[in-house]
């Protein structure tokens, strides 16, 4: 049962109590126009108020949305900056593995964000069709561009694997 269920129920219920107190009142003055106003305005704040909560709701997700985005371009950016400094190092043995540890955590930087991402798509925090359009393509790319982290006995981006699973491969979901 969702919540205006909930309140209609509620307001049905003070009503049907409002009638049983207006039968035991029924002999002495009633002033029903005050009667009609107060039942009028208790449901005008209900539905006022679903409609507040509805809103907050939708601005709560698109701020996660946002802050989503953020991540992701921070995290981009990190891992691009990364791999201009690392083209500029002398080649030595020694230099080819540190280039490769910064790569490697620039790239699981801007996993981990996807990753957030996906586990607020699957926990509710986020319009999910919003999330589609705008990061369908780059979870596709990053899981075939990158197949060893999401291959093996342990996969530690599993939130991307299951979206990658659910959606990006399955077209009807996505339209």
Known sequence: M?????????????????????????KSNIDWFALIISIVSIIVSIIISNKNNQKTDQIRKETNLNTIKSNIDSAKLNFQNISLQIETIANSAEIQKIKGEQINAAQELVLNAYEDGCDAFYKGKINKQDFIDKYDIDIGVYIENFPDKFTGPIIMYTQMMRYFNEYHRNKKVKE
């Open 2 to 26: 969702n919540q205006t269920s909930l309140d209609l129920v509620a307001v049905l219920e003070l009503i049907k109590q409002l009638g049983g107190r207006i039968d035991s009142l029924e």
